[in-house]
Nanobody
Framework: QVQLVESGGGLVRAGGSLRLSCAAS????????VGWFRQAPGKEREPVGG???????YYADSVKGRFTISRDNAKNTVYLQMNSLKPEDTAVYLC????????????????WGQGTQVTVSS
């Protein structure tokens, strides 16, 4: 069993930055890939990107060049650095865990955090 807790959300103006954290507890975190997803009101949950167990990263086209995902296994934490934020980035951001490699399918993940709200004002 893995427990995931997101933090770092908030209200920011367009062009600003936020760093989200996904803290894990439970089983061996270093064996897990972590995906970041987001869900805006009335929309389906969509992938933002993720990081493999070995540090390989993946990004959705909509965030490529603006967002960066990293991990610190010593702290059992994965980070989502979000720069040049846009109003369309407004959503609840969730992290999810699965063994080994990132997958952009929501149904591939066994463990989910509760989410953190990110609101970008214009």
């Amino acid at each position: 069993q893995v427990q995931l807790v997101e933090s770092g959300g908030g209200l920011v103006r367009a062009g600003g930055s936020l760093r989200l954290s996904c803290a894990a507890s439970g089983r061996t975190f270093s064996n897990y890939a972590v995906g970041w997803f987001r869900q805006a009101p009335g929309k389906e949950r969509e992938p933002v990107g993720g990081i493999n167990w070995n540090g390989g990263t993946y990004y959705a086209d909509s965030v490529k060049g603006r967002f960066t995902i990293s991990r610190d296994n010593a702290k059992n934490t994965v980070y989502l650095q979000m720069n040049s934020l846009k109003p369309e980035d407004t959503a609840v951001y969730l992290c999810a865990g699965r063994y080994w490699n990132y997958d952009d399918a929501v149904g591939s993940y066994s463990y989910w955090g509760q989410g953190t709200q990110v609101t970008v004002s214009s």
